[in-house]
Every structure is written in structure tokens, then in C-alpha cells.
Nanobody
């Protein structure tokens, strides 16, 4: 069992930056890949990016590629999502979850956190 808690969301102006954290509990957290997803009101949950268990492999959704960066510190059981050049369309609740596979589908992920709200004003 892995328990995930996201934090770091807030209100930011367009062009600004935020760093989200995903803190995981449990001895096995560091053995999982971790994905970030986001969900805007009335829309489906969308893949943002994923990092592998060791932190040396990442990939991103097209809408955030080049602006967002995922990293992890396994000593702290934490995965980070650095978001730069934020746009109003990045406004959503951001979630992290774990996986054993390389996938951008939410159905491949489990032990979801409660989410953190990111709002980007124009």
C-alpha cells in the first residue's frame, strides 16, 4: 500500500512558475514509476508526465513538454513537478499516482493522491 499526498498548488499569474510535490509513504514508493495528471472542471483526467523509479527517465504530454519537468528524491520519498511558463489552460487539479508500467493512461495508475489545485490567471 502506498499513500500519496500532493502539495504546492496555488494561484499564479500567466508566465509564472510553481513546484508541486508528491509525497509518498511506504517502503515501496521508491520502486514505482510516478505519473502526474491533471483534471479541469467538466473534463477528463489528462496525462502530464511520468518519471521512472530511479529518476533517470521521464516523458511528458505534448501540452506541457518543454515547460514542465518531473524529478524525484527517493531519499525523501518525494516526486516533484516543476511548472514554468504557466498558461491559463494549465488551470486544473493536479494528481500524482504510481505505476509499474510505462503508460500515459490513467487506468495504468493506482494509489492516487487527493490532488492540489493550480489556478493560472491571465
Amino acid at each position: 500500500q502506498v499513500h500519496l499526498v500532493e502539495s504546492g498548488g496555488g494561484l499564479v499569474q500567466a508566465g509564472g512558475s510553481l513546484r508541486l510535490s508528491c509525497a509518498g509513504s511506504g517502503r515501496t514508493f521508491s520502486t514505482y514509476g510516478v505519473g502526474w495528471f491533471r483534471q479541469a472542471p467538466g473534463k477528463e483526467r489528462v496525462f502530464v508526465g511520468r518519471i521512472n523509479w530511479s529518476g533517470d527517465s521521464t516523458y511528458y504530454g505534448d501540452s506541457v513538454n518543454g515547460r514542465f519537468t518531473i524529478s524525484r528524491d527517493n531519499a525523501k520519498n518525494t516526486v516533484y513537478l516543476q511548472m514554468n511558463s504557466l498558461k491559463p489552460e494549465d488551470t486544473a487539479v493536479y494528481y500524482c499516482a504510481v505505476t509499474r508500467v510505462v503508460s500515459s493512461s490513467p487506468s495504468s495508475y493506482y494509489y492516487w493522491g487527493q490532488g492540489t489545485q493550480v489556478t493560472v490567471s491571465s
